[in-house]
C-alpha cells in the first residue's frame, strides 16, 4: 500500500518509493507496478500525475483529482513557481554551498538550460578502501532543481564529479559495485524531500526517506535528514 502524504478534495500526494515508475513506459517493459494504477485502485478514484520523479527516485509526488487542478499545478510547474527539495548522498566532499548553470542534452539531442542549487548537509569519512584509497569521501547534500530537466540533478552531480551513489547510467561503476558487495544496497539515493505549492494552494509537503536511504546514512556516518530539518526550521522560526 502506498503510503499518502497529503489527500484533500482535489490534491492527494504519496510517498513513492524507489523502483516504482509513475507510469507505464515503453522504455521500461519488465515493470508490472505503476503508481498512478496502484493509487487508483487504493483510494478508488481517478488520479492524475501533476509532475514526474525517476523510476530510481524516492519521495513526494503530486496527483489531482480533477483535470482542473491538474492544469492549474502543470502551470505552476511551468513558470517554475514550484518549489522542489531533494536529498542525495554522494561520493566526495562537495563544496559548502554550488550554483549549478549547466545546460542538459535530452533524448532528442535537444540542448536546454538547467539550472540547480546544492546545499551541503554534511561530510563523512570511512576506513573502507576502494582501489588507491584506503578511505572513502562522502556528502550529503540538498539540492534544489528550478528547471525540470530529465535526470537533472543525477546529470549535474555527474558534471561536478560527485555522483549520486546507486545511480545508473550516471554514477561511479566503482562505488555502486562497493555498496552493492559489501552491503548488498543497489537502490539510488536521491529522494524527493519537499515539495512547496504556491498561492493559491500554499501547501508544502514533506516526505521521510526510506529505510535503506537511512541505513545508508548510518553505514556512512552521516547526520540525520530529520535532525537537520528540525534544526533549519528552528532557525526560520
Same mark, same amino acid.
Given at each position: ?113 538547467? $539550472?540547480? &542549487? %546544492?546545499?551541503? !548537509?554534511?561530510?563523512? #569519512? ?7 584509497? /584506503? ?80 541505513? $545508508?546514512? &548510518? %553505514?556512512?556516518? !552521516?547526520?540525520?535528514? #530529520? ?7 528552528? /532557525?526560520?522560526?
Amino acid at each position: 500500500m502506498l503510503e499518502i502524504l497529503y489527500q484533500d478534495d482535489h490534491l492527494i500526494a504519496i510517498n513513492k518509493p524507489h523502483g516504482l515508475l509513475v507510469h507505464r513506459s515503453p522504455i521500461a517493459a519488465d515493470a508490472s507496478e505503476f503508481a498512478i494504477q496502484m493509487l487508483r485502485d487504493q483510494i478508488d478514484q481517478y488520479v492524475y500525475p501533476c509532475h514526474r520523479i525517476d523510476r530510481k527516485t524516492s519521495g513526494v509526488l503530486l496527483f489531482a483529482k480533477d483535470k482542473a487542478t491538474q492544469a492549474s499545478i502543470n502551470s505552476l510547474f511551468q513558470e517554475r513557481k514550484v518549489d522542489k527539495q531533494y536529498i542525495a548522498i554522494v561520493r566526495g566532499w562537495t563544496e559548502d554551498e554550488s550554483h549549478i548553470d549547466y545546460a542538459l542534452t535530452n533524448d532528442k539531442g535537444i540542448t536546454q538550460d538547467a $539550472v540547480t &542549487d %546544492l546545499i551541503t !548537509l554534511d561530510r563523512s #569519512e570511512v576506513d573502507i578502501p576502494l582501489g588507491k584509497y /584506503s578511505t572513502q569521501r562522502y556528502s550529503l547534500v540538498l539540492l534544489k532543481p528550478h528547471t525540470g530537466r530529465m535526470h537533472q540533478l543525477r546529470k549535474h552531480m555527474a558534471h561536478l564529479r560527485h555522483p549520486i551513489i546507486g545511480d545508473r547510467p550516471h554514477g561511479c561503476n566503482k562505488q555502486n559495485r562497493l555498496f552493492r558487495e559489501k552491503w548488498n544496497m543497489m537502490s539510488m539515493m536521491l529522494h524527493a524531500k519537499e515539495l512547496q505549492l504556491p498561492v493559491p494552494f500554499d501547501l508544502t509537503i514533506e516526505a521521510k526517506q526510506s529505510v535503506v536511504f537511512t541505513q $545508508v546514512l &548510518d %553505514l556512512l556516518k !552521516l547526520t540525520s535528514v #530529520e535532525s537537520i530539518f528540525s534544526e533549519r526550521n528552528k /532557525s526560520i522560526l
